[in-house]
């Protein structure tokens, strides 16, 4: 996963990119299934570490139509799983869709699921739970996303 600045970021001395005000980057997120969850979590902080930034929210976002973001139980690999089997059991690929492209259910996932998170960030960390993670969601794959990471002053 890569990250690119907004146009209005500086790039500061460690190497991360900063905007005076609200700090915009794109994290880059390449999948490599149909359906999939790829943990996230580490990076978002990464990026919020670098930004040198403190008591904000940090509001992550996708541009696609078939894919989401989300929060959930990191500590247990099993729970992506349960989650995929589960979405793709209630919206199956086979089914009298009337999209010609072929991936309704992608899009009707990515609805539930939803395209954006926000998170408080305190003492340059993200406030998540003990068994927390951010994903990425993937309901059309395989292909190359953008997430959009936003920090934003309170």
């Known amino acids: 996963m890569s990250w690119q600045p907004s146009k209005k970021a500086l790039r500061i001395k460690s ?90 259910p992608a899009h009707i996932k990515s609805t539930i699921v939803g395209a954006s998170e926000l998170i408080a960030i305190e003492n340059a960390k993200l406030v998540l739970g003990t068994w927390q993670g951010i994903f990425f969601c993937e309901f059309d794959g395989p292909r190359t996303r953008k997430l959009h990471v936003r920090l934003l002053k309170n």
């Open 15 to 104: 190497g991360a990119f900063l905007y005076c005000g609200d700090c915009e980057m794109i994290l880059t997120v390449k999948t490599g299934s149909k359906t999939e969850l790829v943990d996230i979590t580490s990076r978002v902080q990464k990026l919020v570490s670098s930004s040198d930034t403190n008591d904000v929210l940090c509001m992550l976002f996708v541009p696609h139509t078939t894919a989401a973001v989300t929060i959930n139980e990191s500590a247990d690999p099993s729970v992506k799983a349960d989650i995929l089997m589960i979405l793709n059991d209630i919206i199956p690929w086979q089914a009298d869709y009337r999209h010609l492209e072929g991936n309704s």
